[in-house]
């Protein structure tokens, strides 16, 4: 009889804090979201960049935001100023769009 209650009380504790439990689930820094943009950017690294026509060559991983795999290729950006500062051999996270079939970086900052 001992046993029996003893089991009881420990099954009613466990049952108990259960809620608070599952309250607690994904507080922690490793669960926090990130945005829908910063999901989508890809790493790469630049190969070449023209400030005077806005183009900017980058040899990049997976593209998911475009359903590209890797590659080389040359992107336009949406702004010029996205290139100061930048050179050859920077690694760079990214996201890039189809603007009517016009391949363009609308994000670029430095890879960590």
Do not use: C, W, Y
Not at 18 to 44: C, K, R, W
């Amino acid at each position: 009889m001992k046993n029996l209650t003893l089991a009881a009380a420990v099954s009613f504790g466990l049952f108990a804090s259960l809620p608070a439990a599952i309250a607690a689930d994904g507080h922690g820094h490793a669960a926090m979201p990130m945005s829908t943009q910063q999901a989508q950017m890809s790493e790469g690294e630049i190969k070449k960049l023209d400030a005077a026509t806005g183009k900017v060559t980058i040899k990049h991983g997976p593209l998911h935001s475009l359903g590209m795999g890797p590659m080389t290729m040359t992107f336009h950006v949406k702004d010029g100023a996205m290139l100061e500062g930048r050179k050859p051999g920077d690694k760079v996270r990214f996201l890039a769009e189809d603007h009517g079939g016009k391949l363009t970086v609308t994000t670029m900052e430095m890879s960590h």
